[in-house]
């Protein structure tokens, strides 16, 4: 798969439906100047950052990436997307394990 199919597989990060309007819409116009600049939806891993900052790490995140080129935000996507992708196997893995007990690697348990 290369980056343009990965990216099509993704979607733009949503808000929970509690949060404030002004925030769903700055979050939208956002991903929307992007989406025009770039031609994809925005990828940002936000692993350790807390639930209440997400929405203003993503706008940051943003603001700061529409004033790259096109060939520095390929680059920063690819990376942002092999985090993404760490992160989900990790979260795959650790699941796996707690439900399944031990599995095996070449031969050895894995715990």
Do not use: K, N, W
């Amino acid at each position: 798969m290369d980056i343009a199919e990965a990216l099509a597989a993704e979607c733009a990060p949503c808000l929970h439906h509690d949060a404030p309007r002004a925030a769903h819409l700055a979050l939208r116009a956002a991903h929307a100047a992007y989406e025009s600049r770039f031609g994809h939806v925005f990828v940002i891993c936000l692993d350790g950052v807390p639930p209440s900052q997400h929405v203003d790490q993503v706008l940051v995140a943003i603001r700061t990436r529409l004033a790259h080129d096109a060939d520095e935000e390929r680059a920063l996507t690819a990376e942002e997307m092999r985090r993404l992708a760490r992160g989900r196997i990790i979260d795959l893995v650790t699941e796996a394990g707690s439900s399944q007990g031990p599995f095996l690697v070449a031969g050895q348990p894995v715990r």
